[in-house]
């Protein structure tokens, strides 16, 4: 059983930054594609992006070159480095994983998902 903590997250101005942590235990952390998926109020959790074990990265088109995704396997951690920070980009983010090499930007493949956190951008 994997277990996903998440940390991080708040409150933050249109143009400023935050980082998302999520440390997983109970599970080879080096083994798992990592991904990040955020949910707005009346919307669909949405795909934010992802980070294979071979550390390559996906991102959806509306965050392309304001997040950043990495992975510090020796920390079982992945981040979520997020610049340049819009209005639209307020929703409640979560990390998951999979045990499978590539990446995946459908929620369904995911296995284990952290406990989700706020993050608000005030125009």
């Known amino acids: 059983q994997v277990q996903l903590v998440q940390s991080g997250g708040g409150s933050v101005q249109a143009g400023g930054s935050l980082r998302l942590s999520c440390t997983a235990s109970?599970?080879?952390?080096?083994?798992?594609?990592m991904g990040w998926f955020r949910q707005a109020p009346g919307n669909e959790r949405e795909f934010v992006g992802c980070?294979?074990?071979?550390?390559?990265?996906y991102y959806a088109v509306s965050v392309k070159g304001r997040f950043t995704i990495s992975r510090d396997n020796a920390k079982n951690t992945v981040y979520l480095q997020m610049n340049s920070l819009k209005a639209e980009d307020t929703a409640v983010y979560y990390c998951?994983?999979?045990?499978?090499?590539?990446?995946?930007?459908?929620?369904?493949?995911?296995?284990?998902w952290g406990q989700g956190t706020q993050v608000t951008v005030s125009s």
């Open positions: 998951a994983s999979v045990r499978v090499p590539g990446g995946s930007n459908w929620s369904g493949a995911y296995d284990y």
């Open positions: 980070i294979t074990r071979s550390s390559i990265t």
């Open positions: 109970g599970g080879t952390f080096s083994s798992y594609t």
